[in-house]
């Protein structure tokens, strides 16, 4: 066992989210090695009453300082660590001039690997310790981030990023070198394989990961769907309603549904333990559709701010509302040239929500080990919502 004496921050899960951060000024934290042999949190409390049951315990000290759980990231692409900040002017030429192109690198192992141990570094010198993440295309995409989450002991979940239309071609998931079956089935397949490989394997967790509806034929979406419905014990990951241009595309793709969300629905795609990233163009219809199959929404403020979309209704509306009143955590506006948005500090919630928000609110949604997560919703919660780190697709 460990023990360190130190300002501490933790949560209270008999509190609302959003109320439950507690700052311990003068805290003790002692760790230890669970019956598993996992080092886990055996005690955290007030100093001065805690001390005299490890009175025997050697205390590390550390004055002006605190000591706070991980962050939980919900949405971001490691594939994309090499390429955030490149200037675009919109999702598309994005997509079109660095994401794919870096994307195409991943068909190597060895580069996998390298920007796997890249990004896990990232993660966790910044203090996130548990992601749900994308990866590309390539099988060896989802191994290599695999393999050095395993080695980090990081809590990661991520998926092979299916693809069989609407990209360049060497980027779509392929057909086998051998075999009958086309890129579609091939794509499930494999998904199957490394889910299997995978899930459960220490802290690691598999996502069925479509990249967004237009990039998937109907024979994807609804084998994929199929595959969320013989494991519902992993996770779904993808995008929804960024922008107004995206939402057409996707309406023209999938005229069935009745909006870009209901796609996901109408393939057996919206269930707990599917996360949606971005979620900004919704009406009445889609929040109840939230609500009623227990998807959650990862906000991506960075990329929302980078590539200029609004999200404001987004906040406004999702957020911890009590009874007809709805109470923001964060909002923006368009600034004065109407091209992008700035973020303005939430008035009410403060630092609690904020931190509750980046850490304890995606708890439950990755199934860490807040206990009892439903009891730590408030009572009239909408959906689920944290926001993420990074998303350029
Ligand atoms: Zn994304």
């Known amino acids: 066992m460990k023990a360190y004496r130190s300002s501490i921050l933790y949560f209270s899960p008999a509190a609302a989210p959003q109320a439950s951060a507690v700052l311990e000024d003068d805290g003790l934290l002692v760790v230890g090695p669970n019956a598993q042999g996992r080092q886990v949190v055996l005690a955290v409390g007030p100093y001065r009453e805690l001390q005299p049951r490890f009175a025997d315990l050697a205390v590390t000290h550390w004055p002006g300082r605190i000591i706070a759980p991980g962050f939980v990231d919900l949405h971001s692409h490691y594939p994309q660590t090499n390429v955030i900040g490149s200037p675009a002017e919109g999702l598309l030429p994005w997509l079109e001039n660095y994401t794919f192109p870096e994307e195409k690198r991943f068909s190597s192992p060895e580069y996998s690997a390298q920007e796997a141990t890249f990004f896990i570094a990232e993660l966790l010198r910044h203090g996130v310790t548990t992601a749900l993440t994308f990866a590309t295309s390539h099988s060896s995409s989802v191994n290599a981030l695999f393999q050095e989450a395993q080695q980090q002991q990081m809590r990661l979940i991520t998926g092979l990023c299916l693809m069989d239309r609407h990209a360049p071609v060497d980027l779509l998931n392929q057909r086998p070198a051998a075999g009958l079956a086309d890129a579609t089935e091939q794509s499930l397949i494999d998904s199957e394989n490394l889910l299997q490989r995978w899930h459960g394997v220490d802290r690691l967790g598999y996502a069925i990961t479509p990249r967004f509806a237009p990039t998937s034929t109907d024979a994807q979406l609804r084998g994929a769907g199929e595959l969320a419905a013989r494991y519902p014990e992993v996770w779904i990951q993808s995008h929804v309603a960024e922008n107004k241009a995206e939402?057409?595309?996707?309406?023209?793709?999938?005229?069935?549904?009745?909006?870009?969300?209901?796609?996901?629905?109408?393939?057996?795609?919206?269930r707990q333990r599917a996360v949606y990233a971005h979620c900004i163009h919704f009406d009445d219809e889609d929040r109840a559709l939230m609500r009623s199959t227990g998807a959650a929404a990862a906000i991506s403020p960075t990329s929302n701010l980078f590539l200029g979309t609004r999200f404001t209704r987004c906040w406004r509306r999702i957020t911890w509302g009590g009874k007809g009143r709805a109470k923001p955590v964060c909002h923006s506006r368009r600034n004065s040239s109407g091209g992008s948005t700035r973020q303005v500090p939430p008035k009410r919630s403060g630092w609690r929500g904020w931190w509750a928000t980046c850490c304890r609110a995606a708890k439950p949604i990755l199934s860490c080990s807040t206990p009892k997560p439903?009891?730590?919703w408030p009572a009239r919660r909408r959906w689920p919502i944290t926001w993420t780190s990074c998303c350029f697709r």
């Open 247 to 270: 939402i057409a595309w996707a309406r023209e793709l999938f005229p069935a549904s009745r909006s870009y969300l209901a796609t996901y629905a109408d393939f057996g795609l919206m």
């Open 374 to 376: 439903r009891r730590c």
